[in-house]
């Protein structure tokens, strides 16, 4: 199409080394649309490698223990210089590195240290492509208090893209009013691009990273899972919060208020058409659900008491204890006389005395007995809602793999069922899950 937009963002390991830049440049080219830029900073290489924002907050530690960094920062200009070389451009960046320098003695900050991995890697890209460089300083904008300020930022982004058929801006950070450089959280190039995308009102927002979308299950678990063609934000919410990461949390808000489709890319396999993720659609998954991911670690916190079920404030109380010693919980299915807590091990084992406790004092139940070491397995589709039997077939799945299962969870959406498993069962009731609904596909009559 003519005059769509395209906003492309391309993740670290899309622009690790020269290689890698010109399979970046091949894809910006190949599409007119594709006309806002948002790198990261230079990712590794292989596995035994350090990111560049790595290399700069270490280098940016000794410059603040007043410790020489040259050579750590002369480390990270071999990196910049062997993309220039690689890519034969006619650009030097002796001033910039200067310049950051005699910032890293001033002090500039953690921030500033590390934006410059994005920074660097603007200049480079806008040369190569040709393409006018916006330093991400100029036009996203944090607050007096260093948060995120949306509305100014579309704005003054909104009014300075418009006179700009194609630009790179460097993703992960933004400046104060005064200048103060403020980065996003780690990974957080991937905001950057969003909050591109919905200043130009695109028609899309590539995320080129290095694989080819979300995967149904995790390939660690299950071999060579399956692709995830279209996912909507809801049901990317209820699997990324289960453990499945490619993008930055935050990185769904200023799209899917603008709706703006995100579709995940791979720089590797630019054929492969990735996952595209979509405030609603009529497309319906290919296997009924959608993906599967879990989480190991909980505890079940199982709470008894006769005639619970009448006492007005009595989960009140339960989670009360919880709350005074910050921990949050998970899940929270009850019977007449039960409440079973699900909380993370982790926060909850140097606290477990104290709320145990607590529970007590406040509650007064007839006992709490603690059950470590189990799974959470969430398996999410909209495509649930439409089909009988869902649950049957997952449940089947697990008694006949041998699993037993703890706790059953549905959300009134239908879009998700969380199942609780022993941890040692974690990895066979993913297995046997994906299996009917993908491998087999044999539905319960
Ligand atoms: N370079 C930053 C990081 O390593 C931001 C990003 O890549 O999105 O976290």
Not at 183 to 195: A, H, K, M, V
Not at 202 to 211: F, P
């Amino acid at each position: 199409m003519e005059d769509m937009i395209k906003v492309v963002k391309f993740g670290g390991s899309s622009l690790a080394s020269a290689g890698q830049f010109s399979k970046v440049g091949k894809i910006i080219r190949a599409e007119e649309s594709r006309r806002y830029v948002i790198p990261s900073a230079p990712g590794k290489r292989n596995a035994k490698d350090t990111k560049v924002t790595d290399m700069l907050y270490q280098c940016y530690a000794l410059a603040e223990a007043e410790e020489s960094f040259t050579i750590a920062l002369r480390k990270i200009r071999e990196r910049y210089d062997s993309i220039i070389n690689g890519l034969h451009l006619k650009l030097s960046l002796n001033k910039e590195f200067e310049e950051i320098a005699e910032n890293f003695k001033n002090k500039a900050g953690a921030d500033y240290a590390a934006s410059r991995g994005e920074y660097l890697n603007g200049i480079i890209m806008a040369n190569y492509l040709g393409y006018e460089f916006i330093d991400a300083a100029e036009v996203i904008r944090f607050d007096i208090n260093g948060e995120f300020d949306a509305e100014k930022t579309n704005e003054i982004l909104a009014a300075r893209l418009q006179s700009c058929e194609r630009a790179v801006i460097p993703g992960f950070y933004g400046a104060k009013e005064d200048g103060k450089v403020i980065t996003f959280s780690r990974g957080g190039s991937d905001i950057t691009g969003s909050i591109v995308a919905k200043a130009v009102q695109a028609d899309i927002y590539e995320n080129w990273t290095d694989v080819s979308g979300f995967l149904i299950a995790d390939p660690r678990i299950i071999e060579n899972p399956r692709g995830i063609k279209v996912i909507t934000y809801r049901e990317l919410r209820e699997l990324s919060y289960m453990g499945a990461t490619v993008l930055h949390e935050d990185a769904v808000f200023p799209v899917r208020k603008a709706g703006i489709p995100i579709n995940i890319r791979n720089t590797n396999a630019p054929e492969e058409e990735g996952t595209l993720i979509v405030e609603s659609t009529c497309r319906m998954p290919d296997y009924t659900i959608t993906g599967i991911a879990g989480k190991k670690g909980f505890v079940a916190v199982n709470i008894d008491k006769d005639m619970m079920n009448s006492e007005v404030g009595f989960g009140r109380k339960v989670l009360e204890a919880f709350e005074k010693y910050g921990i949050s919980f998970e899940h929270l299915p009850s019977g007449i006389d039960t409440m079973t807590v699900f909380v993370h091990q982790e926060e909850f084992e140097g606290k477990e005395q104290q709320v145990l406790s607590a529970i007590h004092r406040l509650a007064q139940p007839d006992s709490i007995e603690l059950e470590s070491d189990i799974a959470l397995i969430a398996v999410v589709g909209r495509g649930m809602r439409s089909t009988r039997g869902t649950a049957g077939r997952i449940f089947s799945a697990l008694a006949h793999a041998n699993v037993n299962v703890k706790m059953i969870d549905q959300g009134s959406s239908e879009l998700n069922i969380i199942i609780g498993v022993k941890s040692c069962d974690f990895e066979t009731a993913i297995r046997a899950i994906y299996d009917i609904f993908v491998e087999t596909q044999i539905i319960i009559k």
